[in-house]
């Protein structure tokens, strides 16, 4: 067994030239996105620069145009991108389009990647990905999927309700999952957004801010769909969603640690300059406990995220790993935001310190890609199992 931490300078150099892009470019136009919200104009802005700065998409494969980094590399340069809330959109290697982009790279068919893969690597479209539902519908239970999928000739008719839908406003299409009368299973359909059946709702008005094209109601109005519509297999949705989860849930893992980092460092610039009670705040114990507290938080979490980033990049399916490490990490990162606003002070809460909108923007990731405790039930479920199979050869 060989343990091996070292950052290649292939990786090392486009970190550094991430962090170089982050500070010079992303971070100046944080306040007006604050303020304003995130536009298509915006991101195309900052992609042109990413693409002229050489830091295009680091995830994607080099031979679409992509940085072509191993899982594990990509783990330190998502980190870097996620420092700015922006950065991810900058790099195209934000949710719901990289989740999409892996998909599609595992498992679309040679057309489907000229159609949808291609122009989404390049940045010339968004994407977003359509399964959670309003009760009684699909959100934690993926059993319950209540949008139905009906043959009709060689197509599919797709209809249901879904909400929460990252992105759909101005996306060019959507990966639909569906409950499909053939199979009685789940499936995968391609929608372009030009289908006259598949309606963008209202926005839900969560606390988080930077995301582009909101998280909206989704409606299948008997969206007539052609048979290359399916995604992978008819009937194996859930197991395709799997492609797409694992590693997304890490993915969510690289840029969440990045913006907490970045949170922390800011509040611990200002706790060293800050003076009370005739000290810097810095230097004065319950304060030190938060900053150390933060330190060791993140190290922690950098550590399981490489280490299952490496099991996925070794070809583990990586399910329990990622369970565990989403958990984790999306509870760290809250501490640490947490920690970071209450050194920082009344200004913590504030979005031109920054850290008040990491603070609302980070909050939902313990609630999606699979909340906490559906995670805990998997994973004590897991273990239980073997040890019944231990104990009841
Ligand atoms: C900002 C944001 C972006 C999103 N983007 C997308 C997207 O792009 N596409 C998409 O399809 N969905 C998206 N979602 C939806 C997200 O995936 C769901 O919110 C999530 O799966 C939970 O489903 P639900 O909201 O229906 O909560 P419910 O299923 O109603 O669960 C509510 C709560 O119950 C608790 N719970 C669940 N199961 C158990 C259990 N077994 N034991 C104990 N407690 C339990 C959890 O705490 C959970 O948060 C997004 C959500 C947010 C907040």
């Known amino acids: 067994m060989a343990f091996d ?13 991430i962090a170089a892009f982050i500070a010079g470019t992303v971070v100046p136009r944080e306040q ?35 940085g072509g980094f191993r899982f594990d590399e990509t783990a330190v340069l998502l980190e870097e991108a996620g420092t700015s809330l922006l950065g991810p959109l900058a790099l195209n290697c934000a949710a719901p389009d990289e989740g999409n982009l892996h998909l599609l790279d595992m498992v679309a068919t040679a057309d489907q990647r000229e159609r949808y893969l291609k122009p989404l690597v390049a940045g010339e479209v968004r994407s977003c990905f359509a399964m959670t539902e309003p009760p009684p519908g699909a959100g934690s239970d993926p059993a ?30 959507s990966i639909v999952m569906a409950r499909d009368s053939e199979s009685g299973g789940a499936s995968m359909f391609l929608v372009d957004a030009d289908n006259p059946g598949f309606v963008v709702g209202e926005h839900a008005r969560t ?30 949705g859930f197991a395709h969603a799997q492609v797409r989860l694992a590693p997304a849930r890490l993915t969510h893992c690289m840029r969440w640690l990045g913006a907490a980092r970045r949170a922390h460092e800011i509040a611990v610039e200002r706790a060293v300059e800050r003076e009370v009670f005739g000290a810097p705040l810095a230097d004065q114990g319950m304060a030190q406990q938060l900053i150390a507290d933060n330190e060791i938080d993140l190290a922690a979490a950098r550590a399981m995220m490489w280490h299952t980033a490496w099991q996925l990049a070794q070809g583990s399916r990586g399910t329990e790993e990622s369970s565990r490490t989403k958990v984790f990490v999306s509870e760290a990162v809250s501490r640490i935001v947490d920690r970071a606003v209450q050194l920082a002070g009344g200004m913590g809460t504030s979005e031109e310190l920054v850290i ?11 609630i999606y890609d699979g909340a906490s405790e559906v995670h805990r039930m998997s994973i004590a479920k897991r273990v239980a199992r073997r040890t019944r199979e231990r104990l009841n050869p």
């Open 32 to 66: 007006e996105a604050f303020a304003g919200g995130v536009t298509d104009e915006l991101r195309r802005e900052l992609q042109r620069a990413a693409r002229e700065a050489g830091v295009w998409a680091p995830q994607a494969p080099a031979e679409l145009g992509g």
């Open 5 to 17: 931490f070292t950052v290649t300078p292939r990786v090392a150099d486009w970190r550094d030239r």
């Open 207 to 236: 606390i988080d801010r930077t995301t582009v094209g909101g998280h909206c109601r989704v409606t299948l109005a008997d969206a007539v769909l052609p048979a290359d519509a399916v995604l992978g297999e008819p009937g194996r």
């Open 356 to 366: 008040g909108r990491i603070y609302a923007d980070i909050r939902a990731f313990r």
């Open 144 to 173: 319950a999927l209540r949008t139905t999928a009906r043959r009709s000739g060689d197509g599919w008719v797709l209809s249901g309700e879904k909400h929460l839908i990252t992105g759909a406003e101005g996306a060019a299409f």
